[in-house]
Every structure is written in C-alpha cells, then in structure tokens.
C-alpha cells in the first residue's frame, strides 16, 4: 500500500464551499429564470448507451471521435458512455416517454458533462451545464424566444461583456449541395490541407470551415458559401428571426463560420461568447435540430434548444463582482456544562423551528475556544449558556458585531434574536 494521498482524476474539480455558494446562488436564479418562460425540469441519467451518441451527435465529430468516456458494463458487457452532453438523452427520454404525444414542451436540465478533453482554464473532463430544449416548435418565434431567454440572463447575472453570433445551416438538401461543392473546392487543393481536414474532406467536409489552422484559412475564405444554397423557407425563417431581435433590441453579428461542432444542427445556430475568457470564449451555445428526432427513431418534429458551460459563466459573474447574497448561518450555539448542553441542544431546536439557521456547538472545550468558533462561522448572534443560566432556563444572547449582551428567557429568546437580525 502507498501512502501516497489519492487525487481526484485530471479535469475533474471539486467545488469547495466557499466556491459552492456562488453555485447555489447561481442556481437560484437559473430556476426563476426559467420558470419565468414556462420551462420545466427533467432530469436523465448521466449514462446512456454509447449508441445514443454516436447516432445523435454524428461519428465524425470532436465529441464521438475523441472525447466520450465510453465504457464496457464488465458485468453485462453493456456499451455505455458518460453523457457529453444533454440534447440526445434529453431527447431519448421525451421519445421514450411519449411526451410530445399531446402537446409541444420547453424543457430544461442541469448538471455535469464529460468530456476526454485537454484540461485548461474553462475546459474541464467534468463540467456543468444547464441545457434548455424546446420540442414540437417549428417556427423562428421559438427561436427568438430562446435568445431573448439568453439575453435577460446575462442582466440578471450582472454580465455584460457577451455578444451573440448567429447563423444559418440551411435545411438537409441545401447542405447536401453545399458539402458537394466544398469537397470539389478542397479537392482541387488537397496538398494545401492538414491532416484533420483530409480525414473529413469526404466525412465530413463542413468541419472544415471550423479549423482555426492559420494555414488553412485562406483556402477556408474561399471555400463556396453555404448562404448562396439556401432554400427560400429558410431563408424567410432566418430573417423573420433576425427581424424580432431587432425589435426586442437584441444586438447579433452574423458569423457564416459558425458551424457548430454537432452534426445535429440546421437552420439557426447561435452563440453568445466574451472576450474575457481567453480562447475559451462560448459561454453558450445551441441552435435548430429539426431532424433529430426523426433520426433517433421518433415522429419527425422541429426543435431547438441551447447549452450554457456553468463554470465559465461562473468565471464572469466572479470577475463581474457579482456575490451571492446573505450569510450562510444566524445563530452559533455556545454552551458548557451537562445541564448547560441538554439546554442547548433544546435551544438549537426552538431556533430552527423559528426558522432561523442554527450551529449547535459540538465538540466541548472551554467558552472562548467556542466563541471564536461562532466567530468564524458567520453568526450574526451567538447564544451563550452556561450553568448559571440554564438553572434559571435562560439563556445569554450575544450579537457578534458589536451591541450589548442580553439575559434573556428561553420564552423571550426569538423575540430578542430577531431583534437583533432585523438591525443589521
Ligand atoms: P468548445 O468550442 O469550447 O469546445 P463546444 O462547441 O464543444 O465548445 P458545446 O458542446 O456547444 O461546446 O457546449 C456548450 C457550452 O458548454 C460551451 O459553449 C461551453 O461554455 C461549455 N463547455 C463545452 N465543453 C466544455 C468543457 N470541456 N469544459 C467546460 N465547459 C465546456
Ligand atoms: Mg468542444
């Protein structure tokens, strides 16, 4: 045995408390946030049969091709994978389930992802998003409702630095056209591409467009354009959209290049990215996968969703000056003394029921190692009984900035607490 101390695995974070509570506050407004728009939760397991994604996602992709923690089930011999990302399980379970049977539905979900990727600032092989999907929507209100969504969040989350990008995939048969001619294109100068880029010229060639190979970016300029083979119905979708942002006041920049990097997607893709967080700059991205749900099995119904990465928006609201709110605890319990410690713990007790938060002291040790553990907790008061107080069934109440102590009842002890937290 080594006694060397066992580590978490690389990429993989613990969230400390302190940390912990910017991520409770954050979730916090997460849930009203979407509630305000009539979203409701689901939540899937975080591993699905490695099927899923390999259908959903596309094989050809940075996510299937080298980044999926896929697994055997050494019990059952079962394919599985740790979920990279939420769409296709979100989708799986509203096939599963029958959801879209009676009525179209705005959905949300949270929690971790997994990817193999290359640790870095922002870039985690465990991270967290919270992911929104609308299913049975065809039309670019839908679309506009779900940045607009987007753009109210970065208020309330005191963001201001991010900007949106937008695009449009066309329909199937637009992109099929277009692939057709970008092969042609790079295969006139197939000695000018690298090697990622030879592996999808035939795959998938649309990747290509993505490569930040500074090399390739000359030939990328000149590749043919996917907005000269769109049909006239996504067009007209993509414009409407663009018209409702403008009234909603809704600022874009139209980026051709944006392609996304699953092949789910048609029609509107959009991200909203910052300067601030270095090449990690997509703090959420999503778009139309109208085809999806046909291509996992299901009644072929439109939908559209997005997903935001929790830590780099973290990163923001920290670097915006943005803190949660409040304190973590009201009242820390001091007592000595076996009298003393049976009235305490019936103390701890009443305070609770008075809906206050409450530390009962554990542990012994004299009064002032005690009160500095109250001092440290936080406590705006700290409840202080000794024997002498307990005979009497009263209890001395102390606030911790500054003010007198008080004897008071055990009867009269809420009253005076509350007294004492309304002041500050
Ligand atoms: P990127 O281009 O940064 O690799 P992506 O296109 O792979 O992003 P999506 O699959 O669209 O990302 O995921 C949506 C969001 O989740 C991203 O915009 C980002 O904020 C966050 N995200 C993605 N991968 C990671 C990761 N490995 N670590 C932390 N956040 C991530
Ligand atoms: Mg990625």
Redesign the pocket.
Known sequence: MSNETVQAVRGMNDILPEEARLWLWFEEVVRDWLASYGYRNIRMPLVEPTALFKRAIGEVT?IVEKEMYSFEDSLNGDHLTLRP?GTASCVRAVLQHNLLYNAPQRLYYSGPMF?H?RPQK???RQ?H?VGVESLGFAGPDMDAEQILMCARLWKKLGLSDVTLQLNTLGDADARHRHRAKLIAHFEQYQDLLDEEAKRRLHSNPLRILDSKNPAMQELIEAAPKLMNELGDDALAHFSALQDMLKRHGVAFEINPRLV???DYYNRTVFEWVTTRLGA?G????GGRYDGLIEQIGGKPAPAMGF???V??LLVLMHEAGMKPPGYDVDVYVVHQGELASTLASQVAERLRDGNLRAILHCGGGSFKSQMKRADSSGALVSVVIGDDEAQANEVSVKPMRGGNQMRVSVQDMLATINTFIKQE
């Open positions: 940075d990302e990817r990727e922002g870039r985690y991270f998003q996304r990097g699953l990690q997509t703090i959420c991205a997903a935001m990465g830590e780099r």
